[in-house]
């Protein structure tokens, strides 16, 4: 398996298709965090990402959104976070609410070519609910990539919904957006295959303030770059 997606033959095709994705983002940014008010199980995770990890250590936010809760919470513990998101409004808006962080308006796979660090350059990650945008073939790139800009040992926290679904289209705040998920077992799978221990793992039944999301089973990996 690649350590970037430079050998995914449909990266071009999903960059086209993203476009939609941040589109929909992009409108829905003002209303995202009044939407999803519940964030226990994003925020359990961040605190153990914050406090596993030691002091000061940079820390790449894959899919920042508004950097609420998790930027600011990785920040206000004293480490230096990187937060990327393909919608430039939620990038917009995580400067304004997290000027402690640092933001940039990119796509996951636009790390690959080394513009915020080479191999080993973060000690920690966070992706949450950022690969499920992504279909099931892409998100084993993915998960390779974080693995190897990931120092040896370095932490990821993880978390996905729990669907046997790949590249569904979904209604979502007024906007259709394109999800996948996996059942645990499966997605325990993906991440060993990537080269990750998983060293904890917490599951939430969570209903978002917004009646056109269904409700969802919340799955959070603590994971461990083996």
């Not at 609910?129 to 040896?152: D, K, N, Q, T, W």
């Not at 303030?209 to 799955?219: G, N």
């Amino acid at each position: 398996m690649s350590d970037s997606y430079d050998g995914y033959e449909g990266l071009n095709r999903l960059a086209l298709d993203r476009a939609g994705q941040a589109e929909a983002f992009n409108a829905i940014a003002g209303t995202y965090d009044s939407a999803f008010p519940h964030k226990e199980g994003q925020r359990a995770a961040g605190a153990w990402l914050a406090a596993a990890l030691p002091d000061g250590s940079r820390v790449l936010d894959v899919g920042c959104g508004t950097g609420l809760p998790t930027a600011a919470q990785l920040s206000g513990a004293g480490h230096r976070v990187v937060g990327v998101d393909l919608s430039a409004t939620m990038v917009k808006t995580a400067r304004e609410n997290v000027p402690s962080a640092e933001f940039h308006h990119l796509d996951l796979a636009d790390l690959r070519d080394g513009r915020l660090g080479g191999p080993g350059s973060f000690d920690g990650a966070a992706a949450f609910f950022s690969l499920l945008m992504l279909p099931r073939a892409e998100i084993p790139y993915a998960l390779r990539m974080l693995h190897c800009l990931l120092r040896p040992e370095g932490l990821l926290a993880l978390s996905m919904v729990e669907s046997d679904v790949d590249d569904y289209p979904i209604p979502f705040l007024g906007h259709t957006i394109r999800v996948s998920g996996y059942l645990r077992d499966d997605l325990r799978h993906v991440v060993r295959d990537a080269g990750f221990e998983v060293t904890g793992e917490d599951s939430y039944a969570y209903a978002p303030a917004s009646t056109d999301v269904p409700p969802e089973i919340q799955l959070f990996l603590h994971l461990r770059r083996a």
